[in-house]
């Protein structure tokens, strides 16, 4: 069984997905930082990205291995290097919605995900979860929040991997994000019709997690 959770960077995506998969005792899968993976391998192997034939020959060497064994975790690697943090970097933030608008890129993508998740149970989340990579999972949310929370929270996790970050900054770089992610021709991010909306602008997190749990329990 799969849970969907999709909506736009810093809308509490994260937190609320390991919490859930955590206390429902499902896997935690972050599909975004798939495409930051491949982001981090195409800016290692010095990719052009307007290169169709480089994209494809490049994807055709990329070994991506992900773990889901810690509870409510997910560590990804490329080859045998853990790249979990590394992927998290300025430089792979700035250049992932490009690499995520290619159709070869999200091909691949889509396939592993859904092969990943045949057996088990999972919370997924990401931007086309529900809408185009499991439009018929049973329970898919859609979480959205203020652009100034939405800045603050982007700031504490680029605290956590010690970058240092002006708040307008990582605004401005929310906005350019959105737009691309929501105006991309392949699987834009945009609320699955029969998702259920939670904004967390106002809620405690614990709050936002019962919400959906509430849900759930319908
Ligand atoms: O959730 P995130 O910020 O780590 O995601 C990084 C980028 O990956 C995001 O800008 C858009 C892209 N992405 C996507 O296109 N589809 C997904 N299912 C997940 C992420």
Redesign the pocket.
């Known amino acids: 069984m799969v849970i969907t959770i999709d909506g736009a ?1 810093g809308v509490g ?1 994260t937190s609320t997905a390991k919490e859930l998969a955590k206390r429902l005792g499902y896997q935690y899968f972050d ?3 798939m ?2 993976a491949v982001t981090f391998f195409f800016i290692n192997q010095n990719v052009d990205l307007t290169s169709v034939s480089e994209v494809n020959n490049s994807l055709k060497s990329i070994k991506l291995h992900i773990d889901f064994s810690s509870e409510s975790n997910m560590r990804i690697f490329l080859d045998e290097d853990d790249i979990s943090l590394k992927i998290r970097s300025q430089e792979v933030t700035s250049k ?2 490009a690499v ?1 608008a290619i159709k070869e890129v999200r091909e691949m993508m889509v396939q592993i995900q859904r092969s990943f998740t045949k057996k088990g149970n999972f919370v997924v989340e ?4 529900g809408t185009v990579v499991f439009p018929d999972a049973k329970y898919k949310f859609y979480l959205q929040a203020d652009y100034d929370i939405r800045a603050k929270r982007r700031l504490a996790d680029f605290e956590k991997i010690n970058e240092a970050k002006n708040i307008n900054e990582i605004k401005e770089d929310l906005e350019t ?1 959105d737009k691309y ?1 929501s105006t991309r021709k392949l ?1 834009p991010l945009k609320k699955p019709v029969d998702a259920i909306i939670i904004d967390t602008t106002l809620c405690s997190f614990q709050e936002q997690v019962n919400q959906i749990l509430k849900h759930i329990e319908k």
């Open positions: 960077a995506k599909t975004g930082a495409y930051r992932v919605s995520s990401g931007r086309d979860i994000r992610d699987s």
